[in-house]
Structure formats: C-alpha cells, structure tokens
C-alpha cells in the first residue's frame, strides 16, 4: 500500500498476499465448522470469490444487494434490500463479507438485521477500512486494508457501475469523476 505518483494504490500481488492472511485466519477460527459467507452484492463479490478458494475449511455462501450510492461518492444513510438470503441462517455461523466500511451505517444495519435471524455466531470481514469515516460503530472482525478517506475503486468497488474489474484498488481521478 502506498502514495504513487498516480495516487493511491494497492496492488494485485499485497491483495493476493492479504486475502491468503485473512482466510487463514478464518480457516483457524472455524475449524470444524461449516461457515456461512454472506456477500453483500454487489461490491463484495470479488472479495469473496477469492476469499472462500483461499479457505481450507468448508464454507456456504449467500447474498444480499442493497442500495449503492448511485452516482454520488456520499452516503446517503439509507439502506435498502434489494435482494434478501435466499435461505434462513436460524444456527449458523454467518460471516458477513463486505467490501469496504465507511461511516459503517450500512453494516450496523446488515449487523442488526441478520442478528434478529437468530444466527448461532455472526462476525464481520471488510476488504477495505476508511476507519476516519466512522459515525456510529460497528464490530468488524477482519479486516484486508485500513485506508485513508479517498473514494477507491477497483476488485468489485465501482463509481456509477464502472472499474469493479480492475484487479488492484486505486483512488478515483477528480477529472474521472467529471465524465461520467
Ligand atoms: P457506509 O454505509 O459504511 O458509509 O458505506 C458502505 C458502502 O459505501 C460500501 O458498501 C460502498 O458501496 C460505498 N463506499 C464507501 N466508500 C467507498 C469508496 O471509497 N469507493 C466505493 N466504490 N464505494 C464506497
């Protein structure tokens, strides 16, 4: 991670390195056990793909979508569930998977809605940490990258659908966020 002539930066080999930490981590923490990955779609989806093939314990996966930003790079503090699980998590253990945590309203939201579910232990992982940003607290559990306030895009974040593709994170241009 550092502060290149081109801005900031983390690169495809320190996320590939980071994702192996974590999902050894995770690999420890639930030996024995059969956790449920619960990607939040559609930033997640990257992360979670190379998170769970980098696991050596057996894991199930599900999906929620909620409400992006649109086309701002603020969040508006509304949440909205545009697709729910598609099974009940009644006994598991539910890691929610979550690409970056910002003012952390989303997670607090998801946190407290999935907890009504009833799940025997549920825990947060985030890709990306903007932990300035913070308004109400949230327990994040793992973490790939605590990063300063800038609006990242690249390995499933995207600005107005586009650069989710890129295989390393990078900051959005000012003249980038003109032309859309
Ligand atoms: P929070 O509710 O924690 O403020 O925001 C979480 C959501 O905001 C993330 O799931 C993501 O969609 C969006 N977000 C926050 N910061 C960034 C950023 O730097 N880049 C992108 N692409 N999305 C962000």
């Given amino acids: 991670m550092n502060q290149k ?4 930066l983390i690169s495809e080999k320190e996320i590939k390195e980071r994702v192996k930490a974590i999902a050894d981590e995770i690999s420890r923490d639930y030996n024995g056990k059969n956790p449920l990955l619960v ?11 190379d998170l769970i093939r980098e696991l050596s314990i057996d894991a199930e996966v599900d999906f929620l979508a909620v409400s992006s930003y649109g086309k701002a790079t603020e969040t508006s503090g509304e949440v909205k569930i545009l697709k729910d699980l598609s099974e009940s998590i009644d006994g598991k253990d539910v890691i929610i998977v ?3 945590v910002d003012t952390g309203l989303t997670l ?9 579910r009833n799940p025997n232990s549920l825990k947060i992982c985030v890709f990306l940490d903007k932990k300035e940003r913070r308004v109400v607290e949230v327990p ?6 605590e990063v300063p306030d800038l609006f990242l895009v690249g390995y499933g974040l995207d600005f107005a659908e586009k650069y989710r593709q890129l295989k390393y994170i990078r900051e959005l241009t000012p003249e980038e966020v003109k032309n859309v």
Wanted: net charge positive.
């Fill in 39 to 49: 990607g939040i779609l559609k930033g997640a989806f990257i992360f979670l793909a």
């Fill in 98 to 100: 979550e690409d970056i």
């Fill in 108 to 116: 607090k939201y998801l946190y407290e809605l999935l907890k009504t």
């Fill in 5 to 8: 002539k081109g801005g900031f």
């Fill in 140 to 145: 994040v559990h793992y973490v790939g990258f």
